[in-house]
């Protein structure tokens, strides 16, 4: 059996779904207990309440004109006409206990041609004897108890005290769970923050696992970045050596060969950039991101690239690590004006999250190789021409690491305005 369609109605929150568990038994257990309990009991009392009175009233009109016993049973007995006589029967919808008693004395009183209750304080009995019609009032409280308002009263009140007491409690239990999520969200963003394991012993070992956990990917992060500080002087020296080397020779062999140390010298850097990762990015820090791409294609613009702003929308700040972004931006544009003639670049900040848009009209990557495209060291010869520039296809994995490690996503697909490729960032805020 699928309760597919009960999900759109749950609460998405923990704390939600735990007061649902607590709540739902709680009212669901005094729903049970008023009505399957409470109402049969007093529905059993009213019944036989009202089979005493169904006795006196008929003893008192087979004893008149006897006025005394009458009095004595605490009767209000007259004779009335028969246009004194209501046409039908009256009671209040929601008198459920009149139910019972209307059922009972028609049973048990004889002669009965109407009964009323009108409210809580009387009740109305018309009898028709062989002799003459008579009126008969009684007190409500004969026939039936009165509603148990405080026993229902101490219910609603104390379960609901009861509840309020265990949902203080469940949320210390479930305080430890949010903080353990925060901080690992915060950590696959980028960010440390505090945190200490607490809680049930569970949660605890959670704590205790996810701080191992971010020890080690710490540490490797901090060995792999001395690692390759190490290997960048190490290769560094050496192509300075041939630099030198080079400048000795004639101007004929020496240009060919400088241009391999360049290249040799631009691949290093771009292999470093992306070991390196985020480790010199710096900490996250709120940032306008509107003027920050502004400044981005204004410095391509100086440095000759055609890219130009294209549509823009929303206006605030947002959490950034500005420099790493920075970085994927300058990386998609690089892609798209070495591979297209022209770029347009766009900035979409909603109150949910931020979308920045990289389009070129190149030849683009075709749909099945997209996420191919975001790994390391990939280049497509089809969609791609390699001849344009070094490269070892880092540029777009670097972009989508730097998204990644601002809780975002780098997605690829069509340009639909100039027929390329169209690369998004988008990042929740």
Same mark, same amino acid.
């Given at each position: $059996?699928?309760?597919?369609?009960?999900?759109?109605?749950?609460?998405?929150?923990?704390?939600?779904?735990?007061?649902?568990? !607590? =709540?739902?038994?709680?009212?669901?257990?005094?729903?049970?207990?008023?009505?399957?309990?409470?109402?049969?009991?007093?529905?059993?009392?009213?019944?036989?309440?009202?089979?005493?009175?169904?006795?006196?009233?008929?003893?008192?009109?087979?004893?008149?004109?006897?006025?005394?016993?009458?009095?004595?049973?605490?009767? #209000?007995?007259?004779?009335?006409?028969?246009?004194?006589?209501?046409?039908?029967?009256?009671?209040?919808?929601?008198?459920?206990?009149? =139910?019972?008693?209307?059922?009972?004395?028609?049973?048990?009183? #004889?002669? @009965?041609?109407?009964?009323?209750?009108?409210?809580?304080?009387?009740?109305?009995?018309?009898?028709?004897?062989?002799?003459?019609?008579?009126?008969? #009032?009684?007190?409500?409280?004969?026939?039936?108890? /009165?509603?148990?308002?405080?026993? !229902?009263?101490?219910?609603?009140?104390?379960?609901? !005290? $009861?509840?309020?007491?265990?949902?203080?409690?469940?949320?210390?239990?479930?305080?430890? *769970?949010?903080?353990?999520?925060?901080?690992?969200?915060?950590?696959?963003?980028?960010? +440390?923050?505090?945190?200490?394991? /607490?809680?049930?012993?569970?949660?605890?070992?959670?704590?205790?696992?996810?701080?191992?956990?971010?020890?080690?990917?710490?540490?490797?992060?901090?060995?792999?970045?001395? $690692?390759?500080?190490?290997?960048?002087?190490?290769?560094? +020296?050496?192509?300075?050596?041939?630099?030198?080397?080079?400048?000795?020779?004639?101007?004929?062999? #020496?240009?060919?060969?400088?241009?391999?140390?360049?290249?040799?010298?631009?691949?290093?850097?771009?292999?470093?950039?992306?070991?390196?990762?985020?480790?010199?990015?710096?900490?996250?820090?709120?940032?306008?991101?509107?003027?920050?791409?502004?400044?981005?294609?204004?410095?391509?613009?100086?440095? %000759?690239?055609?890219?130009?702003?294209?549509?823009?929308?929303?206006?605030?700040? =947002?959490?950034?690590?500005?420099?790493?972004?920075?970085?994927?931006?300058?990386?998609?544009?690089?892609?798209?004006?070495?591979?297209?003639?022209?770029?347009?670049?766009?900035?979409?900040?909603?109150?949910?999250?931020?979308? *920045?848009?990289?389009?070129?009209?190149?030849?683009?990557?075709?749909?099945?190789?997209?996420?191919?495209? @975001?790994?390391?060291?990939?280049?497509?010869?089809?969609?791609?021409?390699?001849?344009?520039?070094?490269?070892?296809?880092? %540029?777009?994995?670097?972009?989508?690491?730097?998204?990644?490690?601002?809780?975002?996503?780098?997605?690829?697909?069509? /340009?639909?305005?100039?027929? %390329?490729?169209?690369?998004?960032?988008? *990042?929740?805020?």
């Amino acid at each position: $059996m699928s309760f597919d369609w009960l999900k759109r109605y749950m609460p998405r929150g923990l704390y939600g779904r735990a007061a649902l568990i !607590l =709540i739902l038994p709680v009212v669901t257990l005094q729903l049970v207990v008023s009505v399957v309990f409470i109402q049969r009991h007093f529905e059993g009392v009213t019944e036989q309440m009202s089979r005493d009175l169904a006795r006196d009233a008929n003893f008192a009109i087979a004893a008149q004109p006897d006025a005394r016993a009458v009095r004595a049973l605490d009767l #209000r007995l007259m004779q009335i006409s028969a246009a004194e006589v209501p046409a039908a029967d009256r009671r209040r919808w929601y008198d459920f206990s009149g =139910i019972v008693v209307v059922r009972t004395l028609r049973d048990h009183v #004889r002669g @009965l041609v109407r009964l009323e209750l009108p409210d809580d304080s009387a009740v109305w009995l018309y009898v028709e004897t062989p002799d003459a019609l008579y009126q008969l #009032r009684v007190d409500r409280g004969r026939v039936s108890p /009165s509603n148990p308002h405080q026993l !229902l009263v101490n219910m609603a009140f104390f379960g609901a !005290l $009861m509840t309020v007491i265990a949902f203080l409690y469940l949320r210390n239990q479930l305080r430890p *769970i949010t903080r353990l999520a925060r901080a690992a969200e915060a950590f696959g963003r980028g960010r +440390t923050v505090a945190y200490s394991p /607490s809680g049930a012993v569970e949660v605890r070992a959670a704590g205790h696992a996810f701080l191992d956990m971010r020890q080690r990917i710490e540490r490797q992060i901090e060995q792999r970045t001395m $690692m390759l500080s190490g290997v960048s002087h190490d290769l560094r +020296t050496p192509l300075t050596r041939l630099r030198l080397g080079l400048s000795m020779l004639e101007d004929d062999e #020496r240009e060919p060969l400088e241009r391999d140390v360049d290249d040799m010298q631009r691949l290093i850097d771009a292999f470093l950039d992306f070991a390196r990762g985020d480790a010199e990015a710096g900490e996250a820090e709120p940032t306008d991101p509107i003027a920050l791409v502004t400044r981005i294609v204004g410095d391509c613009q100086r440095a %000759g690239q055609k890219v130009s702003m294209g549509q823009v929308s929303g206006e605030g700040e =947002i959490a950034l690590r500005p420099a790493a972004l920075r970085r994927a931006v300058e990386n998609l544009i690089g892609n798209a004006v070495r591979y297209g003639e022209t770029c347009e670049v766009s900035v979409t900040l909603s109150d949910k999250s931020l979308r *920045i848009q990289v389009e070129d009209d190149g030849p683009g990557i075709a749909p099945e190789d997209r996420e191919t495209a @975001l790994r390391p060291f990939v280049r497509l010869d089809p969609a791609r021409n390699q001849n344009k520039g070094p490269g070892v296809g880092l %540029g777009l994995a670097i972009a989508a690491d730097i998204a990644r490690a601002h809780g975002g996503v780098l997605r690829l697909a069509a /340009s639909e305005r100039l027929g %390329g490729l169209r690369a998004d960032i988008v *990042i929740a805020r």
